[in-house]
């Protein structure tokens, strides 16, 4: 069993900063593409960032130069760091990852609720 646990929502003002931590645990042989994915009320779920094993990363145009994500091997964690941010980055952000286990397979996090307002 593979379970990933994000932190670091909260309520921030407008300009604000946050980061966000995701961290896998279970049984892991490896993890492939690890990734962050948002979704606001109304809306469909959405790649917000993308980060390979090796670390090539691709963002959403919308996140370019404002929102980093990130990732530690060694301890199976995928971060996002997000700057600048807008009350359009309103949402609850997921954690996706690629894991090699008895059987690959695509497990998602619980969410963790980013809300932007003054």
């Known amino acids: 069993q593979v379970q990933l646990v994000e932190s670091g929502g909260g309520l921030v003002q407008p300009g604000g900063s946050l980061r966000l931590s995701c961290a896998a645990s279970g049984s892991i042989f490896s993890i492939n593409d690890m990734a962050w994915y948002r979704q606001a009320p109304g809306k469909q779920r959405e790649l917000v960032a993308r980060?390979?094993?090796?670390?090539?990363?691709t963002e959403a145009d919308s996140v370019k130069g404002r929102f980093t994500i990130s990732r530690d091997n060694a301890k199976n964690t995928v971060y996002l760091q997000m700057n600048s941010l807008k009350p359009e980055d309103t949402a609850v952000y997921y954690c996706?990852?690629?894991?090699?286990?008895?059987?690959?397979?695509?497990?998602w996090g619980q969410g963790t609720q980013v809300t932007v307002s003054s």
């Open positions: 980060i390979t094993r090796g670390g090539a990363t």
């Open positions: 996706n990852a690629g894991v090699y286990s008895a059987y690959y397979y695509q497990y």
